[in-house]
């Protein structure tokens, strides 16, 4: 782990200075910053979405402000793939600069498009590459390789500069038998191995997890099982942006005889994008539009619906909560959720899978079944890429703290020494060259808020305001005084929301406020600011001595 860092030095001329500005310490907002000779280059732009202690919260998005005077410095973006957590943000990026250049896969690019389109921003500076692509951009000499994820199109990006050269992997894993044919280009890591990698960003999320990640075509037996005992309703949820799972379900619709519809704005375009692009095969005569599903008994139409990680609006969460307009499930329907637990969301999946349950629909998902495969790398095949590779220098990326440091130790498990292996967090910043990677500082790459329209203005203190407020409930004290001769004229009145008692419970501390206001006054205190901080303090005090709670107290004291 790095120690205490201070602010990073001015770069000197001809070094590399590489920063992540979000996906070191969490699962998403991924995003790294590479800059040399006054060029910035950047490498993903995703989102965070919010766990039950952000209350109100839409999106968390990476370290932008990192960057709001250094718009005009930015050559250009490289999107490694599609998926949310790696593109979510591009939008709010781009509200500040409309006109960066971005690169990346058809695909990916495809669906940053229909983000555009929906935030009303246009950027005519979007570059389509395929792996064995190469591009020069500024400073920057670009190569893309292909990796496997559970998204089609992803790729890692070789990043050459005079200081020395950088291979980040984006997200990826070795499926050896890919439902898509397209395999991690091993043989061109293997060659960037032999020219020389002087730092290597490596995704993180399996590293804990031992040998090689389970084939998606392995899930296939189990969701066989799935249809075949599935004699009512059936809905999948899934990513709305993993193509390769809504493909299996479509060819195991076919094969079972049902209509396939999709639920959710965001599967919906989607999969209407791969589609059109040919990474998405949908047999005639197999979608249908969801108004048309009462046309259809129960045990002919599957329903492939977003929601898989619990979202709170999400149509699966609707549905649970009996509040979709269309999709209703009860006793003998199945639902299955084809996918992972994303680290902090398993309070919000397990909140689904209970009102599902409660309703008597029957939930297969990855902990009864194997419905779901990993899109990240496991230790084994973390292993094999460092040694393949042998990089000079290591920096771990994409995943918790402990993700992180497990990465780390499998470089070390090779032969990297430890001053070449860099544990870092978001913020800090390391310089490269000359083949040595060294942490050199720390700058703000803390969260941004996303509430509603309102972006960045949600700060840590409103945050707990609200925890507050939702966990421990309101009390508000109002008092009339007058100063001139020290007598409480009103009140106080006291009255509480969310609190464990009725607003009677306080009959026995407003005596005691009366007196200190009184007391206070007759002591010379003739401010209303000060005047309710005792108030706050007699109250606060009171109801923690009673009631082991801390709520929110506002007092107000009105001078007459």
């Known amino acids: 782990m790095t120690g205490e860092l201070r602010t990073p030095p001015a770069l000197k001329p001809g070094v590399l200075r590489v920063i992540p500005l979000g996906g070191l310490g969490d699962v998403g907002r991924n995003m790294s910053c590479y800059e040399i000779d006054g060029q910035i280059l950047l490498i993903d732009c995703g989102v965070l979405f919010p766990e039950d202690d952000h209350p109100g919260v839409d999106l968390i998005l990476p370290g932008l402000d990192f960057l709001a005077d250094r718009m005009d410095d930015i050559i250009g973006m490289v999107l490694t793939h599609g998926h949310e957590d790696h593109i979510g943000a591009v939008p709010y990026l781009l509200r500040r600069r409309s006109d960066i250049p971005i690169w990346g896969s058809k695909l990916t690019l495809a669906f940053v498009e229909a983000k555009l389109r929906e935030h009303r921003i246009r950027n005519t500076n979007l570059e389509v590459v395929a792996?064995?692509?190469?591009?020069?951009v500024g400073h920057f000499d670009l190569e893309f390789l292909a990796v496997n994820h559970s998204i089609p199109d992803a790729l890692a990006v070789m990043i050459r500069t005079a200081a020395g050269s950088v291979l980040n992997t984006g997200d990826f894993k070795m499926d050896q038998l890919p439902l898509d044919g397209r395999i991690t280009?091993?043989?061109?890591?293997?060659?960037l191995g032999t020219e020389g990698v002087d730092l290597f960003m490596a995704d993180s999320t399996n590293a804990e997890v031992p040998g090689f990640t389970t084939p998606e075509k392995d899930v296939v037996?189990?969701?066989?099982?799935?249809?075949?005992?599935?004699?009512?309703?059936?809905?999948?949820?899934?990513?709305?942006?993993?193509v390769h799972r809504v493909q299996q379900v479509l060819n195991m619709a076919v094969k079972h005889d049902r209509k396939v519809v999709y639920v959710g704005r965001s599967m919906v375009r989607n999969m209407a994008t791969a589609r059109d692009l040919g990474y998405l095969s949908v047999p005639g005569n197999t979608l249908i539009e969801l108004k048309e599903i009462d046309n259809y008994p129960a045990d002919k139409v599957v329903i492939i619906s977003t929601g898989s990680q619990g979202e709170p609006l999400s149509a699966l969460a609707r549905i649970a909560n009996k509040e979709h307009p269309v999709v209703e499930v009860g006793p003998g329907d199945t639902v299955l959720l084809a996918s992972s637990l994303i680290p902090g969301?398993?309070?919000a999946v397990y909140r689904v899978i209970n009102g599902l349950s409660r309703l008597g629909a029957k939930v297969v998902h990855k902990g009864n079944a194997l419905v779901h495969v990993s899109g990240h790398a496991s230790a084994g095949e973390l292993l094999y890429c460092y040694n393949v590779i042998k990089p000079r220098n290591a920096m771990p990326i994409h995943g918790e703290i402990r993700h992180l440091i497990a990465n780390a130790n499998l470089a070390k498990a090779t032969g990297m020494r430890d001053e070449n292996v860099i544990v870092a967090e978001d913020g800090v910043v390391v310089d490269l060259h000359h083949g040595r990677a060294r942490a050199v500082g720390k700058v703000d790459a803390s969260y941004i808020f996303v509430d509603g329209s309102t972006v960045g203005d949600i700060t840590e203190s409103e945050l707990t305001d609200r925890r507050i407020l939702g966990e421990e409930g309101f009390i508000s004290v109002v008092t009339a005084v007058n100063l001139h001769d020290n007598t409480v004229v009103s009140g106080p009145d006291i009255h509480a929301r969310g609190f464990i008692e009725g607003d009677q419970a306080f009959d026995r501390v407003r005596r005691e406020v009366t007196e200190k206001l009184v007391q206070a006054m007759e002591e010379g205190v003739d401010d209303t600011h000060r005047l309710q901080q005792i108030v706050r303090r007699v109250v606060g005090r009171w109801v923690s001595s009673t009631y082991r709670r801390r709520p929110m107290?506002?007092?107000?004291?009105?001078?007459?």
């Open 553 to 560: 107290i506002i007092p107000v004291v009105v001078e007459i």
């Open 345 to 347: 969301n398993e309070n």
């Open 185 to 191: 280009d091993l043989r061109g890591f293997a060659r």
């Open 131 to 136: 792996e064995g692509d190469r591009a020069r």
């Open 221 to 242: 037996p189990a969701m066989e099982r799935v249809f075949e005992q599935a004699d009512q309703k059936l809905i999948v949820a899934c990513f709305a942006s993993h």
